[in-house]
């Protein structure tokens, strides 16, 4: 596939990822309290609160090791040593100390440091940006599930919806749909309605191609396009609803949006 060409983006910085994902893990903690861990989260079909909680804490702890190793190649196992509470009352508490190690691997790491990674960006700081949307992601996730309000950060949204974008060409490991994204240069553009977010996906015979920047740096016309505030946006391509207050709007080619739509889950 492709690699994402990114010319006129600049992503959140190292130091914001590592203090949004302490911010993002606090307010799901602050989710938990007097949570019935039973609860089914409708954003992860089949999995109870628990289980989201379980996942989003083992993935921090999962990316942690990676960051201190320095992992040059994919790594053969992700057996890590969790130290699971031991029992179903000490789960908020597991889930702060898991961003708390996060934050000091974080701190010890030079983003710029040359890594492994299963996306474009192969430097330390692709896992620094991974870790924050799926803790930030799976937060909203423990606040619908316990229809709870939830917001996003209109800078922080955007910042996430150029991390799905340009590093989606690369997830067919492990979301094989993606491997049916492909075209004769079909476009969809993704533009956000409250920042200047704007990417265009252009679909190709080998796979498709990204380019995101300010608006006016990607102004071609495109054959469908995805529109919506950067918070509804992100959870979108997420394969979450709109919250309640906004929408995302679509139009153009309505084959080719549910061919993005259907093929893009992550």
Known sequence: MNTPDTPGREPLSPAEHRAAVAAETARFVAALDGADLSLPVPGCPDWTLLDLVRHAGSVQR???VLLRR???????????????????TGWADWLTASAARAADVITGTDPDAPMWAWGVDQHARFWMRR?????????????????????IDPGLAADGVDEF???????????PGVAHLRGDGETLRFRCADT???????????GFEVTSGARDAVAAPADAVVQGAAADLLLRLYGRPARATDTVGTSGDEELLTRWFTHSAF
């Open 62 to 64: 999962w990316f942690s």
């Open 70 to 88: 320095r992992v040059q190649e994919p790594p053969r196992s992700r057996e890590v040593d969790l130290e699971l509470p031991a029992d179903d």
């Open 131 to 151: 870790m924050l949307f799926e803790t930030l992601v799976h937060r909203t996730d423990a606040e619908r599930a316990l229809g709870l309000g939830t917001d």
């Open 165 to 175: 974008l340009v590093n989606l060409p690369f997830a067919t490991p492990f979301a």
């Open 196 to 206: 200047a977010g704007d990417w265009l996906v252009r679909l190709r015979p080998d």
